[in-house]
């Protein structure tokens, strides 16, 4: 087996991790992006010109114009969960296969959640900083968890792992999800309406796709109390950035914390990102090694069953997949 990874050398290192680099090299000839660039369509095909396998970091695309270029390519495989990039339909076309990883990263967002709503609540950063331009800071009334609202948009894996750590925390937990039921009986399944109206930290963690493009709108932040909180720990698009940007300047929220943003690589905006009023942190809500490995591993795991002849497990167009054929594998069901 010959497997591309399209990672940039820092990603490789930070987003893949030399354990499954190593697993993987135990798989077949393995050859790595060191260009130092994000590859566009044209560069990737001849970058893994004779590889059946591409395992792709998130930066990387998998556009329509890729898949004619690649004839040796039977499967494009992706380190993470998001594959919006990857243009599914002309892989179909070509017969390539397209896989995803799994969610591997629900403790350490999770856990990033926590962290932000504390930050924001008890002002943590602002007096960091404050002491670290040799300054005595003033002591200020904070916001504590116990007895507060949690209101999380979308109830995914990450909002499973992060409801119940809310509920030991002591804080009142409501959730807005019309595509899921919440069966545990110590949450409060809401419309969004009054999630946001009755909510003081609202936490987004709704899937990305063409709905939810803009879901918190000028709209929704005029719904919340002047006094909540908004973070956004799942994607960029999923928020009106200049309406973000109002709701800040005119107080109609006291302030916001964001890992995600529509500038390069999901990171927030350096508008948003830099306001006193905003805790931010560059995509790495998810960046620990445990979380890494896991989705990394996935490919390993995707990669050891095309070697062996089988169709991987996060595969979405197995029918499709006729090149699959070239590997062995004839049974596309």
Known sequence: ??????????????????????????????????????????????????????????????PPEFFPLAPDCCAFLRVAVDIRNIDVAAASRAGVLVTQATPGFMASVSEMAIGMMIDCGRK????????????????????QLHGSTLGIMGYGAIARHLAPI????????????????????????????????????????????EQTENLMNAANFARMKRSAYFLNLSRGNLVDEAALMQALEDKQIAGAAMDVGRA?????????????????????????????????????????????????????????ATRLTRLGINDLT
């Open 1 to 62: 087996m010959r497997i591309f990874l399209t990672h940039i050398p820092d990603m490789l290192e930070n987003y893949y991790g030399p354990r499954a680099l190593a697993a993987m090299r135990k798989l077949g000839e393995v050859r790595t992006n060191t260009t130092g660039k994000v590859l566009d369509a044209k560069a990737l095909a001849e970058a893994a010109k004779g590889c059946d396998v591409i395992v792709s970091d998130r930066q990387t695309p998998g």
């Open 124 to 143: 943590i950063t602002d007096s960091v900083i404050e002491y670290r331009a040799d300054r005595e800071a003033e002591p200020r009334k904070g916001v």
């Open 166 to 209: 809310a509920v030991a925390l002591g804080m009142k937990v409501l959730v807005a999800d019309p595509y899921a039921k919440v069966e545990d009986s110590r949450l409060h399944q809401v419309p969004l309406e009054t999630l946001l109206a009755e909510s003081d930290f609202v936490i987004c963690l709704v899937i990305a796709n």
């Open 264 to 320: 390069f690589d999901q990171r927030p905006p350096l508008a948003l990102a830099r306001r006193a009023d905003v805790i931010a942190t560059p995509h790495t809500a998810g960046l620990t090694p445990d979380a890494i490995e896991h989705q990394a591993f996935d490919t390993v795991k995707q990669v050891a069953e095309l070697v062996a002849g089988r169709v991987p497990p996060g595969a979405v167009n197995t029918r499709q």
